[in-house]
């Protein structure tokens, strides 16, 4: 007998949630995203125009600005045409075929088109043209064209420094400019330089996404930057109005304008080199966008609305998709969770969730993976680490490491020829103390070379050695590498050099003194002593030559009053220059200015100067000590001498040690004084080694200036002793604040 089980009732249909939610929800985002990309598309729109309008007035003032640069280069390179040597000779001459080489080079340099030099009848003495063929490029050359009824070269003869104006070539119109042919006074012609209209232009172009157009003042297009296709550049006309309300306002006017079809905005600026009206200068923006007409906007934002829409329902779908992938990626995690390690995904990673699935599915093998790389790291330390013992077996000096506590862990071959075959090298060496001192207890993070290279003497030799920190990624220290090298050769070269001129100077000195004593007589021993003490001399620079350097200055430095240092130089050189004849004179302008310095260094330095002024000046002339104001936080001196001069050959060599040059009086004779030329490189040296720069000016048959910046001190945090300087001066001049220095001079 069977049961008859009761019927199941048919499952009910119904509509699920998520439908009932996100559907309405959905629909809303899209309506609200289409609505909000219409209203903003239409406000982007409208600020493109005011975008593009601002570009338009950018560019605009750009190329008034590149029109400016573009005048002040070729004004520049004309006055460079000007004052190079031998072009007014050539001109006054008329000597054009030396001036043809002379002009091409200097304009091919400057990218010049054309170079004009003209007499001071305005007739050409020679002219260069570029001309641009398809097989090659290159200067033609003119002369005797008569350009005195050019109205550019008109102005420059009648006296104006610079003029610009359009001039017809044969090779078109050219922008030039000119300025008087004159570097010595009197006016010898005009130099014209100049330019194409469409180089000019290229200069000009301010903007890629922008064009030109060129008008002289008459409306002819001169030149354009842009290709408008079948339309002829010379149908391209400028209107009347636009021109006349440009070129008699003088400011930029916008407007609109169409070539070979194509709608343009347009912004009309004057184009002004300098004080000269050249023509009007079109700057042109494409006006050729969708949304330009107000129709365009609206279908345009409408358009973006769509997209809006689409976009929503898009995100609507991969999101729906996105939650179905979801919840099998749970499904996984919740089956391996429960022990079926068989379960999987089986997802391709083509998003997160594809990742994290396959990441599941190689969960097994990771551990295996993390073994494998453990491996293959380890065999590749042990790689590295005999790869580096090989490199410091190979470095050419010794090599030692410690640890902390300053036991040896490792050293190379070189090492230990160098410290032979000890061990234990501490006591030896004494490096232990040396690395203390340099060290100390901590060190700072980032510092692994540590201190200046220590001499140390050892078995004879003397070695240096370089200290560095070994620190762990914590900044601790874990132990220190020191380098050695053999330096014993060097250190006796350097003592040699020492004790020959030690013994050189003993020997010089004791002989002076002899003479000067049972002979001070003799003229002829007075002229040996004097060049013995010009001896003594070059070897104490020698001396101060190869020792002296920024440390030495550093070590002796304390303020110095500049006032003072310089009273003291004056004093010290004011017989020997009362001895020659000459006038010894210093000139404060701001007293109580001090420098950091070794006052022994800088007296030294300065009283080379000047020696080398007495030395050079014939008697009666006149030495200068100058002391100017404070400039960017240094004090300026200044030694100066109407002398002899030093010749513009010599000039760029006066601080090479041990030259000399060749002075020569006013009537040609040369000059020979005592000295080996180590007066001015051991000044700049020492000028140097305070902080300071050192230059020369000089002018033959004139004199000669030396310039010295050094930096001032900061405030002075005690009293320094004030200097009498009436018990300075002596028979040394001091110059009142208010003389005429060119009238004293002059007097003097």
Avoid at 143 to 162: C, H, I, K, M
């Amino acid at each position: 007998m069977s049961v008859e089980q009761p019927a199941q009732p048919p499952a009910a249909r119904f509509f699920s949630l998520r439908w009932r939610l996100v559907f309405p929800l959905a629909a809303a985002v899209m309506v609200a995203a289409m609505l909000g990309a219409y209203l903003i598309t239409g406000v982007l729109t409208d600020d493109y125009a005011v975008a593009e309008e601002n570009i338009l007035l950018q560019s605009g003032a750009a190329v008034i600005k590149r029109a400016s640069d573009h005048y002040a280069r070729l004004r520049a390179e004309a006055q460079r045409i000007a004052y190079t040597q031998g072009v007014v000779e050539g001109v006054q001459a008329r000597q054009s075929a030396s001036l043809h080489g002379l002009l091409e080079s200097m304009a091919q340099l400057a990218h010049l088109d054309s170079v004009v030099l003209t007499d001071t009848n305005g007739r050409e003495v020679v002219g260069l043209v570029r001309v641009v063929t398809p097989e090659l490029a290159d200067y033609a050359v003119s002369a005797n064209t008569d350009l005195s009824a050019q109205p550019l070269v008109q102005r420059v003869l009648a006296g104006a420094e610079e003029a610009a104006a359009f001039m017809r070539t044969s090779e078109g119109l050219m922008v030039y400019v000119a300025v008087p042919l004159r570097p010595y006074g009197d006016s010898a012609g005009v130099v014209l330089v100049g330019q194409t209209a469409r180089t000019a232009l290229a200069e000009l172009q301010a903007s890629a996404v922008t064009e030109l157009l060129l008008f002289t003042t008459d409306g002819v297009l001169a030149g354009a930057t842009l290709d408008v296709g079948a339309l002829p550049l010379a149908q391209v006309t400028l209107d009347d109005g636009i021109r006349a309300q440009v070129l008699n306002a003088n400011t930029p006017v916008k407007g609109t304008l169409t070539l070979d079809g194509l709608p343009y905005r347009a912004l009309y600026a004057p184009l002004r080199y300098h004080d000269a009206l050249l023509g009007v200068v079109v700057v042109l923006l494409p006006n050729n966008v969708p949304f330009a007409s107000e129709t365009g906007r609206q279908l345009t934002a409408l358009f973006a609305s769509v997209l809006a829409g689409v976009a929503v329902a898009v995100v609507f779908a991969g999101a729906w998709s996105l939650t179905r992938r979801l919840g099998r990626v749970t499904a996984t995690a919740q089956a391996l969770a429960g022990g079926d390690l068989a379960a999987r995904a089986n997802m391709a990673s083509s998003d997160e969730i594809g990742v994290l699935a396959q990441s599941l599915d190689r969960f097994a093998q990771q551990t295996q993976d993390r073994e494998d790389k453990l491996r293959t790291m380890l065999r590749r330390e042990r790689r590295e680490r005999a790869y580096l013992l090989a490199v410091l077996e190979s470095l050419p000096m010794g090599v030692l490491v410690q640890d902390e506590t300053g036991a040896l862990l490792m050293m190379n071959e070189q090492a230990r020829a160098l410290l032979g075959t000890q061990t234990n090298f501490q006591p030896a060496l004494g490096l232990q103390e040396a690395v203390n001192a340099v060290l100390g207890d901590m060190l700072a993070p980032g510092i692994y070379a540590l201190g200046k290279p220590q001499q140390v003497a050892h078995d004879g030799a003397m070695l240096s050695a370089q200290l560095a920190a070994v620190l762990s990624p914590a900044k601790e220290r874990l132990g220190t590498v020191i380098l050695l090298r053999d330096i014993t050769e060097e250190v006796q070269q350097i003592q040699a050099r020492e004790s020959i001129l030690q013994k050189l100077a003993v020997e010089v000195e004791q002989p002076l003194f002899t003479l000067a004593r049972e002979n001070a007589a003799n003229d002829f021993a007075r002229e040996i002593s004097r060049h013995a003490a010009s001896l003594q001399k070059m070897i104490v620079d020698m001396r101060e030559l190869t020792r002296y350097n920024r440390n030495r200055a550093r070590a002796m430095q304390r303020p110095l009053a500049v006032e003072t240092l310089l009273w003291a130089v004056a004093n010290d050189w004011r017989q020997i220059a009362q001895a020659a004849q000459l006038s010894l004179n210093v000139l404060i302008a701001r007293e109580g200015l001090f420098v950091l310095g070794d006052e022994s260094r800088l007296r030294l330095a300065l009283g080379n100067l000047v020696d080398n002024a007495i030395k050079y000046t014939p008697a009666g002339g006149t030495v200068l000590l100058e002391i100017h104001d404070e400039v960017a936080s240094a004090v300026h001196l200044r030694v100066r001498d109407n002398g002899v001069g030093i010749s513009a050959a010599d000039l760029p060599h006066v601080f090479m040690p041990f030259y000399r040059g060749t002075p020569v009086t006013a009537d040609g004779q040369l000059i020979r004084v005592p000295g080996m030329g180590q007066g001015l490189p051991l000044a700049k040296s020492i000028i140097e080694a305070h902080g300071g720069v050192m230059r020369v000016k000089s002018k033959p048959g004139v004199g000669t200036a030396v310039y010295i910046a050094l930096p001032l001190t900061s405030g002075i945090s005690y009293n320094l002793p004030r200097v009498d300087y009436s018990a300075l001066e002596g028979d040394t001049v001091v110059i009142p604040e208010n003389v005429d220095i060119e009238q004293f001079w002059r007097g003097k």
